[in-house]
């Protein structure tokens, strides 16, 4: 077996025998660093694209919309929960898988209004396992016409005025969706 130091000298042998003393290429050329172009400026939407954010509307987490207690998504039947909404689409968890651009109707659970609102899959992708092996999806759904979302929110000035104790905030969960 060949060590290390010999096998370096073996390609640097082999790297002097295969070069002309007389051709340019011998001569060692100097090094200089390649001249930088200055960037120009990306606009905040051209990068949120890049990193596959087509986000149009701002989500919020099913903890901030208690009137909204359950899904069900027609034509399929299927059960799901709330992990975000936005006035543009839901991301839901269900135990369907539903085909990309089909046409669906969410029905929401509670005393959440309007009771039902159209929309397209936008997207399908396995959440979890459980372990008797079920799989759960994530369903994005993107709504035909858009919700008015603002009197149904919970904000924390909404929660000081109910008299509950205040407590230090935790961080705000960071909610990823690619719909």
């Not at 694209?49 to 034509?75: D, K, Q």
């Not at 919970?154 to 104790?165: L, S, Y």
């Not at 905030?169 to 719909?179: D, E, G, H, L, T």
Request: hydrophobic content about 40%.
């Amino acid at each position: 077996m060949l060590s290390i130091a010999s096998a370096k000298a073996a390609l640097a042998s082999r790297r002097q025998q295969n070069q002309d003393p007389a051709s340019p290429a011998s001569a060692p050329t100097p090094s200089r660093p390649p001249e930088s172009k200055p960037n120009p400026p990306v606009k905040q939407e051209q990068t949120n694209r890049a990193a596959g954010e087509n986000r149009n509307a701002v989500r919020h987490a099913a903890e901030a919309m208690p009137s909204i207690t359950g899904l069900r998504i027609s034509p399929h039947g299927a059960q799901a929960s709330l992990v975000n909404i936005s006035a543009s689409g839901v991301l839901a968890e269900c135990s369907v898988r539903l085909q990309p651009r089909s046409l669906v109707t969410v029905i929401f659970e509670g005393t959440f209004q309007p009771g039902s609102a159209e929309g397209r899959v936008a997207r399908s992708s396995v959440a979890s396992v459980a372990p008797d092996g079920a799989l759960r999806y994530h369903v994005g759904i993107s709504f035909t016409r858009p919700l008015v979302l603002d009197g149904a929110l919970v904000t924390k000035a909404d929660d000081k005025k109910q008299g509950e104790p205040s407590i230090a905030a935790a961080p705000a969960p960071v909610v990823r969706n690619r719909w």
